[in-house]
């Protein structure tokens, strides 16, 4: 089983700023995969960036990039040069290696952008 | 750019009426998803597919719900009866199956208000 958490249910940061959202979680899976999802309001879903857990190196995407510490089932999400269009729900999510490949979610973030 | 199509958007009803939810996957797309996103929550798996055949329905309350993707393409949800707490989003995914990891594509959601 997979659980994962979300311990900020709400973040604000101006615009230009760097912004860092916190996900932990716990997987029995010797191989697993990790995401982050935005959902920006009134609009579907979308990956943002995606983790491999025996990748050790974090990976980024442009403005977005994560710091994956294994061994402390921490997966954060660091936002740098904040847009209006960042302002969106932010899910976490873990998925089992194949076979299992079931997404588990966070309660998820409310992040908004200020002007 | 191919997307995951879900009618209706949006979706009123009485309790202990039928309601039933479409979703059209991305062309090739092996595998099928139904999560259930309860307002202020992650969504959750109701329902998994690989072609026309269910790969995981643990969470599907079978007493009221069913899915069917007959032809391996298109897919059904459908409750009945509704009750008021399946006031919900009900989102659609897709990805190609097959690959540990896969990218999993959202579809737009059906908001669901049982009164």
């Known amino acids: 089983a997979q659980t994962v958490t979300q311990s900020q249910p709400e973040m604000s940061v101006q615009e230009a700023e760097t912004v860092t959202l916190s996900c932990t979680y716990d997987t029995s899976e010797s191989n697993y995969y990790l995401f982050w999802y935005k959902q920006p309001p009134s609009r579907q879903m979308i990956l943002v960036i995606r983790?491999?857990?025996?990748?050790?190196q974090n990976a980024t995407e442009n403005r977005f990039s994560v710091n994956f510490q294994k061994a402390a089932k921490s997966f954060s999400l660091k936002i740098s040069d904040s847009q209006l269009g960042d302002t969106a729900m932010y899910f976490c999510?873990?998925?089992?290696?194949?076979?299992?490949?079931?997404?588990?979610f966070g309660t998820g973030t409310r992040l908004t952008i200020i002007p | 750019e191919a997307e995951v199509a879900q009618s209706p958007r949006y979706k009123i009803t009485e309790k202990s009426q039928a309601v039933a939810f479409w979703c059209d996957p991305i062309?090739?797309?092996?595998?099928l998803y139904w999560y259930r996103q309860i307002l202020g929550q992650g969504p959750e798996l109701l329902v998994q597919?690989?072609?026309?055949?269910?790969?995981?329905d643990s969470q599907l309350p079978k007493d009221r719900f069913s899915a069917e993707r007959l032809k391996g393409v298109d897919s059904t949800l459908k409750i009945q009866p509704a009750e008021l707490g399946d006031s919900a989003m009900y989102l659609c995914a897709s990805s190609l199956g097959g690959i540990s990891g896969a990218e999993q594509f959202f579809g737009p959601g059906t908001r669901l208000t049982v009164l």
């Open positions: 062309s090739g797309h092996a595998t």
């Open positions: 597919f690989q072609d026309e055949s269910v790969v995981d």
């Open positions: 983790q491999e857990a025996y990748k050790q």
């Open positions: 999510a873990s998925l089992g290696h194949f076979g299992n490949e079931k997404l588990t």
